[in-house]
């Protein structure tokens, strides 16, 4: 099956299953591996290698835990997934990896599978680039932040690269050790500028904090 990263959006469905996490935020064209293991989830990955291959990641909102079980509260936008690869285990469980298509917005819940099903329409795709200032801005704020996180030989490349805009900033706001909260607020962003714009902002709101409390005993960090 071709990749849907170029479909037209009337092609992507109005029902998809949602896989809902505590600790996932994911951003169209990134990989995100994931190991399946409850029973409606792996039937979820049955039934989505039988059909249209998407899958939709949602974060789940605070409180998660009362009812896990049931159907706990989500945020109202996630990114939807091609699976790109799925591997089922001899007992049942799945290894699987999804890449990024499009944002999504829910609408309503459907109760008619055994895994969680929901209603959406879709974001465009962006189409606005970042000023090259904007871009090289961003990246010297990840450098300093890597680096007074004590990750100064993570690999800052990216910083430097020729990859496009949309993939430069999703892969910051997906792989930084950010807030799960925070990240939702940078997916929700209503563009590109405006995502690498909240990225920027957490970025400097990040290095102050660490400016103020070099121990990081203040520093909030994902569940």
Known sequence: ????????????????????????????????PL?????????????????????????LREDWEREYVGTPAVFGMGTVGELVRSDELPDGRFNIVLRGVREFVIHRELARAPYREAVVSWRD???DALPAPMRSGIGALVVRYLQRTGRAEAD???????????????FLAQN??????????LLEAGSLGERASRLADVLEFRLE???????????????
Request: overall charge negative.
């Open 176 to 185: 930084l050790d950010l807030d799960m909260v925070e990240k939702q607020a």
């Open 125 to 127: 795709a962006p189409i």
């Open 1 to 32: 099956m071709p990749r849907c990263d170029g479909c037209a959006m009337a092609k992507l469905p109005d029902i998809i299953p949602i896989f809902p996490l505590p600790n996932v935020v994911f951003f169209p064209r990134m990989p995100l």
């Open 209 to 223: 904090e660490l400016r103020l409390d070099p121990e990081g005993q203040g520093i909030r960090r994902p569940h």
């Open 156 to 170: 800052t490349a990216l910083a430097e690269s020729g990859v496009d805009d949309e993939t430069f900033v999703n």
């Open 35 to 59: 190991h399946i293991f409850e029973p409606r989830y792996r039937a979820m990955v049955r039934d989505a290698v039988r059909g249209a291959r998407l899958i939709g990641m949602v974060l």
